[in-house]
């Protein structure tokens, strides 16, 4: 799993996620957001940010609502529909970052990628 914050300003590095973590509410509004996408996003436009997620539970639950309003930051959850990936700008910043991965030495099979 993968957080990133992208807009027409810029684009925020990736964060990414120990296979073995659970994104529950908690460890996304501390770790993910609190830590690293808002003072990212911060960085790259002020307070003057609309920050639009997807529906995943962690995303909708009442406290990560709270948080958002305890810091007047606007949040907009949306559903983004099947074909979305098609013209995603996360996808694309995702898939850029790990075909440097793949790049920067020679895998003699599959399993080295990992």
Same mark, same amino acid.
């Given at each position: 799993? !993968?957080?990133?914050?992208?807009?027409?300003?810029?684009?925020?590095?990736?964060?990414?996620?120990?296979?073995?973590?659970?994104? @529950?509410?908690?460890?996304?509004?501390?770790?993910?957001?609190?830590?690293?996408?808002?003072?990212?996003?911060?960085?790259?436009?002020?307070?003057?940010?609309?920050?639009?997620?997807?529906?995943?539970?962690?995303?909708?639950?009442?406290?990560?609502?709270?948080?958002?309003?305890?810091?007047?930051?606007?949040?907009?959850?949306?559903?983004?529909?099947?074909?979305?990936?098609?013209? @995603?700008?996360?996808?694309?910043?995702?898939?850029?970052?790990?075909?440097?991965? !793949?790049?920067?030495?020679?895998? @003699?099979? !599959?399993?080295?990628?990992?």
């Amino acid at each position: 799993m !993968v957080s990133v914050a992208v807009s027409k300003l810029g684009c925020m590095e990736l964060f990414f996620v120990q296979p073995a973590v659970k994104v @529950n509410g908690d460890y996304y509004r501390e770790v993910l957001l609190r830590e690293k996408l808002l003072p990212c996003i911060k960085e790259i436009s002020g307070d003057n940010f609309i920050f639009q997620q997807d529906s995943a539970p962690a995303h909708r639950a009442r406290d990560t609502h709270f948080y958002a309003e305890r810091r007047q930051t606007s949040f907009r959850p949306t559903s983004a529909p099947q074909t979305a990936h098609i013209s @995603n700008p996360v996808d694309h910043k995702i898939w850029a970052v790990m075909q440097q991965w !793949v790049y920067e030495k020679r895998a @003699n099979d !599959v399993d080295e990628l990992c």
